[in-house]
C-alpha cells in the first residue's frame, strides 16, 4: 500500500521511536555497565549517508548482537574470502542503533565498548566521527562524554564494518559486529580504560603478596582521591582492604600502586581453579566515582630451561591445542555455552592449554579458561608485513601503523588473567628475520608486552627455523624469552642441544606418536600445541567448508585423534576400539547406553546413547580405522581393529570369545588385531594390576528404525551466551546408531526456545547452517537450541521419512 507523504513520515517516526533503547544506568555514582546488545539495524551492503542521525533505516532488519553475516551464506566457491574464509561471503555492512539516555546521566562519562568488529570498523555517535579499528579481532573503545542527547532525545550510533578487501585471511574470519558491547558510565575521575592492573607476586603457599596499579584520570575538578581495594577470596570472605589517597589536579592524571598480603592463598591451578576478587573503587570523599571488579589467580609460573614449565611449584608439562575463533554452525557469533561444550570435551582427554591461534579472543573466552583451569598462549598476529598466501588484503596492510596499538591493547586487557602464562607476537611469519629489520620488529614488540605486563614471557611461533629463516643460525632465537616452533620436533630438540640455556616450546605440531614422543621423553620441552583441537571453517579447498585436523569436529564428536590423545594424555583410566576401513573416513557415531568407559565418556542423559568417535585420523600404511561395527561393505571379512589404551593390558573379545590379551607398548603406539569379522559385539576391557578399569564396546546396527534426541543438558537461561545442543541419531530397534544411514532431518521447536543453527559431520556439506532442517552424515546431525523467553518448556521433535519420530524437552530457567 501506498501511504501519503505526511502518513509516511508517521509511521516511519512511530517505527523509530518504537524501536528507541533507553539506558538508565541504576546508580548514578560508581560504574553502570548497560548491555548494549539489543535492537540494532542493520543492513548487508554499503549505503552513503547512513552515518547521519537523520538517515532513514526504517526498512533495515533488526536484530541483537553479536551477529556474524558471513555464516548466514550462501556458499558459492566464486565467494571472494576463497578457502581461507571457507567460501562465505563477506562485503560491507551497516549496524545502526537508536537510544535514549537519563537525565540524572548528564553529568557521567559514557564510553562505549566494542569487545570485536570484523572488520576495518568506523564508528559515529550523533554524527560524530569515532575513529576506525581496521583488526577484526581487538577489542576497543569511545568516549561518548560531550556526544550526547540526554532526556526523551534520542542518540544514534552508527557502525560500518567493511570486509569486502579479500581474501583477507587463510582461516574464517565472519564479518559484523561479532562480539558484545557494551556502554560504560563512571564519575568523572575514573580508571583509565584497562587501568587496573592486579598482580601476584612472591607466591607460595604460605603467602602471597596482590600487587595493584591503577592509572586515574581526572576530567573534574581537583581534589584528594581514595583508591580503595578489598580483596576477596575464593568463599566471597574479605581478605582485607587497602586504601591510599592522592591529589589529582583537574585535567591530569595520576598512579596508584598498593600492596595486599595474603597468608596460606588459596592457590590458583589447573585442577583446581580458585578465584579470589580484587573489588578496587576510587572514592571522592565518600562517593564513589568508579568502580571495577578483577577476578584473579595467585599463582606461581614460571619457565625453566632445563625442566620446562612450572605452576605452584609443580612441574608439569603444557598439554595444548590450537583453537581458532569460530564455533562451526554459529560462525564467528559464539555463545560462550559453545566453548564450555568444547572445553569440558577437551578437559576430559587431558589438555591444559591453549593457544588462540593467531588473533585475540573474546573477554568471555579467557574468563572461562580462568575458571576451567586451561594455561594460555596468547598470541596476536598471523602476519606482520608480510602477506601469507592466499590472504593476501589481510592484516600485513595494516601492521606497521597498528601493531603498537593493537599489541598495546590486547595485553592491557588480558594481562589480569592467570589462565596467560605466555605471549605470542606472531605465527610462522614471513618477514625477513634475518636482518636488523626482522630483529628490531620482534624486539619491539617483545619490549613492549615486557613493559605493560612484566615477568610473562614472550614467544613466536617459528617456521623452518633451519631453512628460509635461518633463525637458529643468525642469533635471532636467542633474543627470545621463549623459543617456539611450529612442527619439525627434532629440530628443536637438537637446539636446545645446542644452546641447553634455551627454554622451548613446541607452539605447534601434530597428532602423529613421534612428536607425542619428543615431548614425554625430553625434560626441558615445556609443551605442545595440537594443530588443532576442533575443526575450523576455512583453509581448505572446495567443496570442503573447513579443516579436519581436530581431535573433536563442528559438533562436538570425537575424531580418532582425539581417542589417541586419550590414551597418551589423559589421567584417568580409557580404552577406545577402531575398526579399518577399505573406503572413506567416516564420522561421528553414537555408542549404545551403558558402554563402560572409565569415566571418561562425555555425560549425556541416563540410558541415551553417547556420542563418540568420528572421522579417522590415525592411519597406519594408509589404512582408515573408524568406531563402529557395521561395515557397509558387504564383502567385509577381516577387520584390522586397533586400540587406544593407557592401562597396563588390554583383552579384546569378539561376541564373548576373547582374542588375546597385549600390554601397553613403552612407545605408547596402538595395539592391533586381525579379526574376522562377523556381526555383534566387540568389546576391550583394559585393566591395571589386573583390575578392570575401563571398557569399551562396538555393536553390529541392524535396519533404521527411529530417531533418538539427546540434549546435551537440560536447563536453558534465556542469555544470548547459553545454548542446548541436541544430537539426532537415526538408531536400530535396539537403539544402536546406523552409521550408514543419512536422511533429511526435520526439527521443530515449541514452547519458550528456537532453532539457532543446524549443523553435521560432513565436511562437503553446504546446506544452510539457519535452517529446521539438516542431512544426517553417518547417523547423525544437531540442532543448537536457545531459549526466547524466561521460563517454559522448550518441546524439540526430529522427523524423517521412514522413521519413528524422536522428540525431547528442556526447560527454559531464569
Known sequence: MKYPTCLRFFVFLLSGLLSVYSVSAQSKQGRDIVNFDKNWRFIKHDTTGADNPAF?????????VPHDWSIEGPYDQANPTGSGGGYLPAGIGWYRKSFTMDAGDAKRKVSVEFDGVMSNSEVWINGFYLGKRPYGYISFAYDLTGHLNFGDKPNIIAVKVDNSAQPASRYYTGSGIYRHVRLVLTGNTHFDHWGVYVKPIQVSAQKATVHIEAKVSNQSSAGTYTLQTTLIDPAGKVVKTSESKQTIAAGQTASYTQDIPVSKPQLWDTEHPDLYKAVT????????TDEVATPLGIR???????????????????YGVCLHHDGGAVGAAVPLRVWERRFEKLKEIGVNAIRTSHNEVAPEFLDLCDRMGFLVMDETFDTWNAAKAPALKGYNLYYTQWWDKDTRDQVLRDRNHPSVVIYSVGNEIHDNLKDSTGFRKYKQQQDLIHQLDPGRPVTMALLQPNGTSQVYKTGFAQTMDIVGQNYRENELVA?????????VIGTENTHVLNQWLALRDNAFMSGQFLWTGIDYLGEDIWPSRGATFGLIDRTGAWHTNGLQRAAWWSKKPVVYIQRSSPTAPRAPRVRPAGAANGGTAPATTPGAPVLDGPTAAFSRGGTEYLSDWTPADTTYKEARVQVFSNADETELFLNGKSLGTKHKSALDSPLFWRVPYEKGVLKAIARNSGKEVATDELKTAGQPARIVLIADKQSLANNWDDVVFVTAAIVDANGIVCPNSDKLIQFGVTGSGVIAAVDNSDHNSHEPYQATQRSTYKGSCIAIIKANAATGKINITASAPGLASGSVSINAKP
Open 56 to 64: 532513514n533505516d526504517v526498512q533495515w532488519r533488526t536484530l541483537d
Open 281 to 288: 573503587k576510587l572514592l571522592a570523599g565518600t562517593a564513589v
Open 300 to 318: 606461581d609460573s614460571h619457565f625453566e630451561a632445563a625442566t620446562g614449565y612450572w605452576l605452584n611449584g609443580k612441574n608439569i608439562k603444557l
Open 495 to 503: 637446539f636446545h642441544n645446542e644452546h641447553p640455556e634455551r627454554i
